[in-house]
């Protein structure tokens, strides 16, 4: 599946030390979980491990493109944004062994933890979908705020099917929410390939029945999917509302460790692991001299270094006292809950708050097809900083990598964009124009078969 | 002071959190231009504008997860179902995503889901439903069913005030029968204590909401066959008072239960149980319960009086108490 034309080009905005941030956090990741499979196999993990061998460059890519205000909620095969939002190693052994040292103190495991107050982190659910209304949420809120920040989540191709995940995008469209979805397209739902789930071929299309723009990239091609979400999260900041990536990718290993994933046919394996995303980011460094073999040495060699020191705090930690159990359910005042305002909360009263409660309700009636969706500013976004959503040119702010990756931008009769559109026309045009036959007044006469 | 129905209550309830604190936000169908399906928001968006009064398309999942997501940034929404039969379709929402959150992670969710409910109204197995114990079986959650509109305004605003997600139950029977003197001032009914509405020395009656004024108005009638029954109204289901019952049975020595909900798994169930763990010895009598039907609410008129507990069910079963 991945081809040049899918391929961006390199995120050229990107300086060396970045560039080796990439490499660094795609083989932490990949080395975090080799280790986890060692572990569950010496029966030390408690309840499963789920890889995300050979998607290391979606996790990494795209979390890469956040701030450190912005928020993302990882699903079960992000292990790797939760390590570049700045948790550490010891984290992911602690929650897979249900350590009391953990981030949950044992109370859930696996990726299934967070940060409201410094990483901004939300916790997945094992139910999928949910976090995309959820990051709206806080999308709206960080908006609310004056905060500026993007809400980042992702979903695999068998959790867009979800009922949910509709609800989601269509009200995060409809509040025009700074909110990026990557659509994690690695080809399995647990057993199931993407092809008996969907009819279609690209997931990014139902973005189009959203009015909600979006983009395809290659997944295994770590600078393509930053490059991607990079112009994503700008554009969100900026005010144009939610974006889509579908990134083609991987699952390299079965559902869960217990899984050996027989079902996938050995050609499709064979095929994408000549796309393995670390493998081909190697070959990025060197062709492009941003590295030699002694600095990809001294990276591996501190990965291992901060491994064992966090795999041994890890198993030497106790696990939780029973009575723990009992505690925490509620918030009995634990917890100083206040919002960090970024703007004048009198914006948000009255007087300044009230309007007028009446519907504007523009081309009632009118039933000709329109080329482009309704442009609605959201509540709280002022018109001015909304550009047309439906604008096919969307320009990124400043001369980035971001122009190589034009979003797809919604419109309104169907999936195609409106540049194919325009492409057939003018084709049409080009064609020599026959002269007309004199047939169309004759009865048909019926073939035979 | 001005008497006011439950829903005027409730609406002040809305108007004064919201001017008091710019965290707080509504959001829900049809709550702003159109006031809500039975007006408890009408005049919201008039003062605070689309930014704190936020409609939504029909989509229940994503108003409660809208409003988890709001509640992390520190934000106070309280989220609008247009009947609470419809918290159905935010069930994963609420008792998964919402409920676990503060166990699982030491995250907070400070939100309420309101909306109406109950039965009485006619309005069929889909606009009558009395869903509380799907969410008092859900650690995590506290529940609230006031019955009066004093009530309704004090605890809406402790609801809005507290650091846990809330679901709160507004029975619209009592939405506009009900009228009431309520201060125009600030102040709160605090969640988790019941309140004994009567006082009596022969027979508890444990009820709440529109089942509180039937236990009443039953306790009335048994007065006058000298039978004075102390009647507790539970307000908050979820942690529940189990001290103000307690106490009450240790004094009476017998305990009738009255709800609304279906009898399978309703709060009677519960509560018999925490008296015979707690107060086995108190006991003159088996614990009785009077609730609705184990069926689905139906709709027409002389069904839906089938199903529904009144004030000679709840008059019948003390009878039968009173003879131990």
């Keep these: ?449 | 002071m001005p008497e006011i129905t439950m829903l005027e209550a409730i609406r002040q309830a809305m108007f004064e959190e919201m001017d008091r604190d710019p965290a707080v936000v509504a959001i829900g169908e049809d709550i702003g231009v159109y006031g809500g399906a039975f007006k408890a928001t009408e005049g919201l968006l008039a003062r605070f504008g689309h930014e704190r009064v936020i409609e939504t398309p029909i989509s229940e999942s994503a108003i409660v997860g809208a409003a988890c997501g709001m509640s992390y940034l520190g934000l106070r929404p309280v989220a609008e179902m247009q009947f609470i039969d419809f918290i159905a379709c935010a069930f994963n929402q609420v008792t998964n995503m919402v409920a676990k959150s503060h166990y699982r992670y030491g995250a907070p969710v400070p939100m309420v889901v309101r909306g109406p409910s109950g039965g009485g109204v006619h309005g069929g197995p889909f606009h009558s439903a009395n869903p509380e114990m799907y969410f008092v079986h859900t650690p995590g959650l506290k529940v609230v069913y006031p019955s009066t509109a004093y009530d309704a305004k004090g605890l809406l605003k402790s609801a809005i005030r507290d650091n846990n997600p809330v679901l709160f139950f507004e029975h619209k029977f009592l939405y506009r029968r009900i009228k009431e003197e309520v201060p125009a001032s600030d102040y709160t009914v605090p969640l988790g204590k019941a309140v004994v509405r009567r006082e009596g020395r022969h027979i508890t009656i444990v009820s709440y909401a529109a089942m509180a004024h039937v236990a009443m108005e039953g306790a009335r009638l048994l007065a006058k066959e000298g039978i004075e029954p102390e009647v507790i109204d539970l307000r908050t289901l979820l942690p529940l008072d189990r001290e103000t019952i307690l106490d009450s049975v240790k004094k009476t020595n017998r305990l009738l239960v009255v709800h609304e909900d279906t009898r399978t798994g309703g709060i009677a169930g519960e509560i018999a149980a925490i008296v015979c763990e707690e107060a086995f010895g108190y006991l003159d009598a088996p614990i009785s319960r009077v609730t609705a039907l184990d069926t689905p609410v139906p709709y027409s008129p002389p069904l839906e009086e089938r199903f529904l507990p009144n004030a000679e069910k709840v008059v019948a079963a003390a009878r039968e108490l009173a003879k131990y």
């Design chain 1, 1 to 449: 599946m991945p081809n040049e034309k899918m391929t961006a080009a390199p995120g050229g905005a990107l300086t060396t030390a970045q560039h080796l941030d990439l490499y660094y956090y795609m083989q932490l990741n990949r080395r975090l979980e080799d280790r986890l499979v060692t572990l569950f196999r010496q029966n030390k993990i408690v309840g499963g491990v789920y890889s995300s061998l050979g998607q290391e460059g979606v996790s990494i890519g795209s979390s890469y493109a956040l701030e450190p205000r912005d928020w993302l909620a990882p699903m079960i095969r992000n292990i790797g944004a939760l390590l570049v939002k700045g948790f550490k190693p010891r984290d992911i052994f602690t929650q897979h062994m249900a350590k009391f040292t953990s981030p949950t103190q044992g109370k859930d495991g696996t990726s299934h933890f967070g940060d409201l107050k410094v990483r901004h982190v939300v916790s997945p659910i094992s139910m999928l979908g949910d976090l995309i209304p959820v990051m709206t949420g806080v999308a709206m809120a960080g908006r609310y705020l004056g905060q500026n920040i993007v809400a980042m989540t992702w979903i695999g191709d068998g959790g867009s099917s979800t009922g949910v995940f509709h609800e989601g995008m269509n009200f995060a469209a409809t509040q025009r929410a700074p909110f990026v979805l990557i659509v994690e397209n690695n080809q399995w739902a647990y057993s199931t390939p993407v092809g008996r789930q969907v009819p279609i071929k690209n997931l990014a299309d139902r973005a189009v029945a959203y009015g909600v723009r979006s983009t395809i990239v290659d997944g295994n091609d770590v600078l393509a999917v930053y490059t991607a979400s990079k112009a994503a999260v700008d554009d969100c900041r900026a005010g144009r509302g939610p974006v889509l990536i579908e990134v083609k990718t991987m699952r390299m290993k079965g559902h869960a460790q217990h899984d050996p994933a027989e079902y996938v046919p050995k050609a499709m394996m064979d095929f994408w692991k000549q796309q393995d995303p670390i493998a081909r980011y190697e070959k990025f460094l060197t062709e492009n001299k941003l590295w030699d073999a002694a600095k990809k040495s001294e990276i591996d060699a501190r990965i291992d270094r901060e491994l064992d020191a966090d795999q041994k705090f890890a198993e030497e930690s106790p696990l939780p006292p029973p009575e723990l159990a009992e505690q925490g359910v509620y918030c009995d005042g634990c917890h100083t809950i206040e919002a960090e305002w970024r703007r004048p909360k009198k914006e948000v009263m009255p007087p300044a708050s009230s309007e007028e409660a009446v519907w504007k309700v523009a081309d009632f009636g009118a039933f000709k097809a329109s080329a482009h969706p309704v442009a609605v500013p959201a509540p709280g976004v002022a018109p001015a900083s909304v550009p047309d959503a439906a604008s096919p040119d969307i320009e990124p702010d400043g001369a980035g990598p971001a122009k190589e990756v034009p979003l797809r931008v919604p419109f309104g009769r169907g999936p195609k964009d409106r540049s194919v559109e325009l492409e057939r026309r003018d084709k049409a045009a080009e064609r020599p124009q026959h002269p007309p036959r004199h047939h169309q007044n004759k009865p048909h006469k019926r073939r035979r078969r």
